[in-house]
């Protein structure tokens, strides 16, 4: 595994400490029966979307919310699946300045992918299974296999020396 990167070390050491794994929900389980020919089919794709909360919950003032979304999509000679996991997350209000999207994504990439990745691999094992009688087993996964790219800094984004 790689170092990283250095413009999101101390957040994502924050975050590593920090950061709570609240639940686990789906926005997406899907699979269709169908016979594709052999130039569409594609091995799983993977995608990632961070998503912040810009205030906290009323029932939660003192943390602040993120969720973590691991699309996987794929074509198989049975037909095509895709599952979208969303990992819920929490951090103390006062931490907050810690998540920021960068922090996050590389929060993903050293840790978080493994905690929602076991969701992605069930739940396309079980709907293939279902659909196409025959389940498919997602490749295991090790560290630093699965790397999302980190987002662009914001121009407006200034270093924090605070903490």
């Known amino acids: 595994m790689s170092l990283?990167?250095?413009?999101?070390a101390?957040?994502?050491?924050?975050?590593?400490?920090?950061l709570t794994l609240r639940e686990v929900r789906y926005n997406e389980l899907r699979a269709?029966?169908?016979?594709i020919p052999e130039e569409e089919l594609v091995?799983?794709?993977?995608?990632?979307?961070?998503?912040?909360?810009?205030?906290?919950?009323?029932?939660?003032?003192?943390?602040?919310?993120?969720?973590?979304?691991?699309?996987v999509d794929l074509a198989v000679p049975e037909g095509r699946a895709c599952v979208e996991p969303v990992a819920f997350f929490q951090i103390p209000i006062k931490y907050s300045a810690a998540l920021n999207p960068r922090a996050l994504?590389?929060?993903?990439?050293?840790?978080g992918f493994f905690q929602?990745?076991?969701?992605?691999?069930?739940?396309?094992?079980?709907?293939?299974s279902k659909?196409?009688?025959?389940?498919?087993?997602?490749?295991?996964?090790?560290?630093g296999d699965a790397i999302f790219e980190l987002p662009?800094?914001?121009?407006?984004v200034k270093p924090r020396d605070d903490d």
């Open 4 to 8: 990283p990167d250095p413009s999101v």
């Open 10 to 18: 101390k957040d994502l050491d924050t975050l590593s400490r920090l």
């Open 32 to 35: 269709k029966a169908d016979d």
């Open 43 to 71: 091995p799983p794709t993977l995608r990632l979307q961070v998503m912040i909360a810009d205030k906290p919950q009323d029932d939660q003032p003192d943390m602040l919310n993120a969720q973590v979304a691991l699309n």
């Open 105 to 111: 994504t590389a929060y993903v990439n050293e840790t």
């Open 116 to 128: 929602i990745l076991p969701f992605a691999r069930q739940s396309m094992f079980d709907i293939s």
């Open 131 to 143: 659909v196409f009688r025959n389940p498919i087993l997602m490749p295991i996964f090790r560290p």
């Open 152 to 156: 662009p800094l914001e121009d407006d």
